[in-house]
C-alpha cells in the first residue's frame, strides 16, 4: 500500500481569508503546472465570493516561499518538443497577471528564498511583504533564459541601474534591497508573520488595508546596502551592450564589481544580450501584460534552441558547472539573433494577455 503523498498546494478557507500555502518544502516549494492550475482555479472562484475578503499566500516550511518553477519537469520534457514548456509559461503568466489585477486584498509572505516563479507569484500582489530572512534573486540567465514572470517589467522599472544589474547577473537582494528595487513593499521581522496572519484572518478584524497601513508604520525598513552602490551601478550599467557593461567592470578593482563581472562571463551570452534588451524594452510598454507576452517568446525560443536545457542540465542534471552555450561569446550574439528572439509569434501562438 503506497503512502499517502501531500497536495503539492494548500488552499483553504481560514475565516475571512482564501490560505494559499505552497507546499514542497523539500523542493522549497517550486512551482508545478498543477500548482499553477490549482491557485488559478481558487482564485478565480474567490474573486466573487463575499465571504472572502482577502487572499493569503505564503509557503510551508521556515526556508522558502517559492525558489522558483520546477525547471527540471521542463528539462525532461525536451525531447518532445515545447509544448510543456509552453503550457507551462502561458498558464503561469496568465496566474501572474491575474494575481496583479486582483480585486480583493493579495497579501503575498516573502519569507526565506523567493526566486523566478516565487517572484511572479509574489511580486505582482497589492502587498508584499518581506521579512529579514528573504532572500530575494532573478538568477534565469545563469540557465539559459531571460528573468520572466513578469521579471523584466520590475527590473525595468527598478530605480537607474539597478534592474540591469540585478537582472544581468542574478544578484541576491536582501528584503530592504527587495524593497527599493520594487520586489516587496512592506518589511515586517519573521517572528510577526504568525500574528499578521491571524489579523488577516479574523472576521472581526479591522479592515485589511488599516491592517497593512499599520504594519508598514511599524517596522521601519532596515537599511539597504544595495543602494549605496547604486551611484556606481548606475554608470557601470548605462553602457547599451553587454559588451561595453564588462568593460566598464573592468574599470573598477571594487569586489562587488569584480564579482559582478565574474558572474557575467559564466552566462549564457545570448540569455544575456536577451535579458538587456527586453529590460530596456519593458521600460517603454504599457503593462506588466505587455512585458509577459515579450518574456512568452523569449522564454519559448530560448528552450527551443536548447539554451535553457543546456543551462539546467550544466546546473541542477549534470551538475558540472560547464554549459556549452550557443553562441560561446558575447561578441558572437548578433543583434539580429536577439530580434529574432524578440519578433512576434503568429497570431495563434501567442500569449496574447491583455493590459487594463
Known sequence: MSEPTEPEVLIRRDGRALHVTLNRPKALNALTLGMVREIWQALLAAKDDPAVAVVILDGAGDRALCAGGDVLSLYASRTEGSGLARTFWREEYRLNALIHRYPKPFVALQDGIVMGGGIGLSSHAQYRVVTERAMLAMPETGIGLIPDVGGTWILGHAPGGLGLYLGL??????????????????????????????????????????????????????????????PDIDRIFAPPTVEGILRELNTTTAEWAQKARAEL????????????????????????????????????????????????????????????????????????????????????????????
Open 169 to 230: 547577473t542574478g544578484a541576491r537582494m536582501t528584503g530592504a534591497d527587495a524593497i527599493q528595487t520594487g520586489f516587496s513593499g512592506t518589511f515586517a521581522p519573521a517572528a510577526t508573520l504568525p500574528a499578521l496572519k491571524q489579523q488577516l484572518i479574523d472576521p472581526a478584524g479591522a479592515p485589511i488595508d488599516e491592517i497593512m497601513d499599520g504594519l508598514a508604520d511599524e517596522h521601519p525598513v532596515p537599511m539597504s546596502a544595495l543602494m549605496g552602490l547604486k
Open 265 to 356: 562571463l559564466q552566462k549564457s551570452p545570448l540569455a544575456l544580450k536577451a535579458t538587456l534588451a527586453s529590460i530596456r524594452q519593458a521600460r517603454h510598454l504599457p503593462s506588466l501584460e505587455a512585458a509577459l507576452n515579450v518574456e512568452f517568446r523569449l522564454c519559448t525560443r530560448l528552450f527551443e534552441r536548447g539554451e535553457f536545457p543546456e543551462g539546467v542540465r550544466a546546473l541542477l542534471v549534470d551538475k558540472d558547472k560547464s554549459p556549452k552555450w550557443n553562441p560561446r561569446e558575447v561578441e558572437d550574439v548578433t543583434a539580429q539573433m536577439v530580434a529574432d528572439l524578440l519578433a512576434p509569434f503568429p497570431p495563434s501562438e501567442e500569449l496574447g494577455l491583455k493590459g487594463p
